[in-house]
């Protein structure tokens, strides 16, 4: 019997599934495994943990695994594809062939609409929007890293959450900034005390983990923050602009018919998207701005499953199936 392996490797989860040619035998999770942002050793940490986790599950020795097809931010670029592809070798015997390491969109893509057209958008720890039109031609749009680009994000999301604690402090009376619960709970998040505590942290080299504040931007806006709902509709509207961009492009023309929209459906995926229904509402209200009658699918898609169908059809692209 043959077996696969899917990786979905994000920068803040690194998930793995496990199957057969027609079932999922063991799913796992792991920590972060983007080889750009986080370095080759705690990938390959992460990675290890993942599959050694998977394989326990499902009672599968490693070396029984026949494919693999990993997901990885970055993995568009051959050497950043090598690297991950040197790591799967020295974690598991397998044929290099049988590798297949593509970028995360890819995965997210096929989850979504398999070989068909659509376009994608990803709002993770970083953010990019993909897509495919009927004829194979492909654009993308966002996706240039978290120093630069990656709008909409859960990393852009926090790093803008500690500007908008600056900004509010900055337009306060002199003893007191404009009220945000922001300040508060990224305090507590951080342990700090002060604004100069906060400013030292944001600004350290390393970077802190600005991911780990989208979670407290979703709290504050629970709590009817303003500063933080704001936070949160910007990264909506700034994602359907992306896909915006993506759809018309790929559209070759603006499209002003409901009928030449239709051709491109949309979907979503990413912890952001999974975990704010507001992100979600301003992103689809957005898009059906600039491109009315636009198909939005409301199920998000899930990465790995485009992971597992790409790993399950490599064999059969090299021409030969394992037994």
């Excluded at 970028?103 to 609409?113: N, P, R």
């Excluded at 680009?149 to 959450?161: C, K, N, P, Q, V």
């Excluded at 301003?282 to 790993?311: C, H, M, S, T, W």
Aim: charged share 20%; net charge neutral; glycine share 8%.
């Amino acid at each position: 019997m043959a077996f696969y392996l899917a990786i979905d490797g994000g920068g803040t989860k690194t998930r793995c599934v496990l199957a057969d040619e027609t079932t999922v035998l063991a799913r796992s999770t792991s920590g972060g495994s983007n080889v750009v942002r986080l370095g080759a050793t705690q990938a390959s940490e992460a990675l290890q943990t993942a599959i050694c986790q998977v394989s326990t599950a499902a009672r599968i020795s490693p070396d029984q695994i026949c494919a693999i097809c990993v997901g990885a931010a970055g993995a568009a670029r051959p050497e950043i594809a090598a690297r991950i592809r040197n790591i799967l070798a020295e974690l598991i015997p397998i044929d290099a062939a049988n590798i297949e390491v593509v970028g995360d969109s890819v995965i997210a893509l096929e989850a979504a609409f398999g070989a068909g057209p659509g376009v994608i958008a990803i709002a993770g720890t970083g953010s990019i929007v993909y897509g495919r039109d009927a004829t194979g031609r492909t654009a993308r749009a966002g996706g240039w890293g978290f120093a630069v680009s990656d709008e909409g994000s859960g990393y852009w999301i926090g790093r803008r959450a500690i500007s908008a604690i600056l900004s509010a402090h900055d337009q306060g009376t002199k003893d007191q900034g404009l009220d945000t619960s922001l300040t508060a709970l990224v305090f507590q998040e951080w342990k700090l005390t002060t604004i100069d505590d906060l400013v030292q942290r944001a600004n350290s080299t390393p970077p802190p983990d600005f991911p780990r504040l989208f979670p407290i931007v979703l709290r504050a806006a629970d709590q009817a923050d303003p500063i933080a709902c704001d936070l949160l509709a910007d990264a909506g509207a700034k994602l359907a602009a992306l896909e915006t961009i993506v759809v018309r492009r790929l559209a070759r023309e603006f499209p002003t018919e409901t009928t030449s929209a239709t051709l491109l459906p949309v979907a979503m995926t990413g912890s952001v998207f999974r975990q704010s229904p507001y992100v979600r509402q301003v992103f689809y209200n957005a898009l059906q701005r600039n491109v009315p009658g636009i198909d939005v699918r409301q199920d998000l898609a899930d990465p790995v499953e485009g992971a597992l169908a790409r790993a399950r059809a490599i064999p059969s692209r090299d021409g030969a199936r394992p037994v």
